[in-house]
DNA sequence: CTAATCCTGTGACAATCGTCACAAAATTAT
DNA sequence: ATAATTTTGTGACGATTGTCACAGGATTAG
């Protein structure tokens, strides 16, 4: 849990009667490799954050994986949609290697947070820290080819390109392996 | 305020109180199309509830605008980023049409939050919505083409089509103008 | 250690896309 | 109403991408 601690110090002002209140919610769970996270058709009633290992969320369509984001250390990995709706999760989320988490329980989170308001602003913290990554990536789209999304990455997010495969890394920049198989060539030639 | 009030109404309970103690921390304003709500480089410290008109996020790169989001009716736009982390923004909101919009405030915002829980859930309501957007349009470059993405909006934000031109949409999809028009060409002719 | 599986690179070729250029159509301003 | 401006359509052409196919390399399981 000091990991956890740590990046909720980094967030938030958060006393020590707020991390007592805030403990019924959380549990810890270790995940293997290709262990689900959360199911498509499932509702998502936790926050998991990842404590160590990543993990990814991907659409199954016509029998291919679609990679739509990846969570490593320090991340919060959920369905933000399902999550806060209660609707069913069109994707899945998945552990790409051993995974340890800490899962934040939604019914027990919220009767913390109307007992702190300091868990409470953690809380909004999350989904904006959330939000923000998600616009972040949506940007990407709009802005820069499918070179200069790979460039992007390298700079801003390294540890994504050295720890997920190629192939893992296509389609979450929006290309077939092949052609960023041919990008990555055509970059370090240059 | 009719139209906020109603908006506010449907994603969370909201009692007469405090819609009373929200007061302080709304203003309405009046744009003039081409009118900015926000510059790049200034820190956004708002909300803005749009109650008639749309507007548009759009970042300046060599000299063109490439829209990253549209706003409409019963939408709130903002660059989440900037609002909950104090940094500058690194795009601007733009009305497309005179446009009426309700600001929320952030310090006043925040003040009317700490003495209603219901004002605290809304701001996390706010966010959160916010963040489902991000998601859905993020996960339309990684699972389809160009062409699967006009049909998309044209299923799912028939409004967005209608009312945007194709000069603009274009960035939104992350194509060019003329490709575009020829995908829309391809569509209608089949 | 060996076999099976997965990942990556690459060739070929068609489809799609970006860019430049210009004309027609639509919209806006005066 | 007319002129100015903006938006859209389209041709041409080169660049990029998707798809299919297959081979070599790396990784994993037994």
């Not at 006393?15 to 490799?33: D, F, R």
């Not at 498509?40 to 954050?49: Q, R, T």
């Not at 209660?86 to 552990?95: L, R, T």
């Not at 904006?128 to 700079?155: C, G, H, I, P, W």
């Amino acid at each position: 849990m000091d990991n956890l601690l740590k990046y909720i110090h980094s967030l938030t002002e958060f006393s020590e009667e707020s991390w007592e209140l805030l403990q019924p919610a959380l549990s810890k769970k270790q995940y293997k490799k290709n262990e689900f996270l959360l199911h498509e058709g499932h509702i998502c009633n936790s926050l998991f954050y990842i404590d160590s290992g990543y993990c990814k969320s991907y659409y199954e369509i016509d029998g291919a994986q679609k990679n739509t984001a990846f969570f490593f250390e320090n991340d919060i990995a959920t369905n933000i949609n399902s999550f806060g709706s209660g609707e069913k999760s069109e994707f899945n989320i998945i552990a790409c290697e051993p995974l340890a988490a800490v899962i934040f329980d939604k019914q027990k989170l919220f009767k913390a947070a109307k007992q702190s308001n300091e868990i409470e602003a953690l809380g909004r913290n999350c989904i904006r820290m959330f939000a923000s990554k998600q616009e972040e990536f949506s940007t990407l789209f709009k802005l820069y080819s499918a070179q200069d999304r790979l460039n992007y990455l390298e700079v801003n997010h390294p540890d994504m390109v050295q720890r997920v495969s190629l192939s893992q890394l296509a389609s979450f920049l929006g290309v077939a392996r092949e052609t960023l198989s041919r990008i990555r060539k055509r970059r370090t030639s240059v």
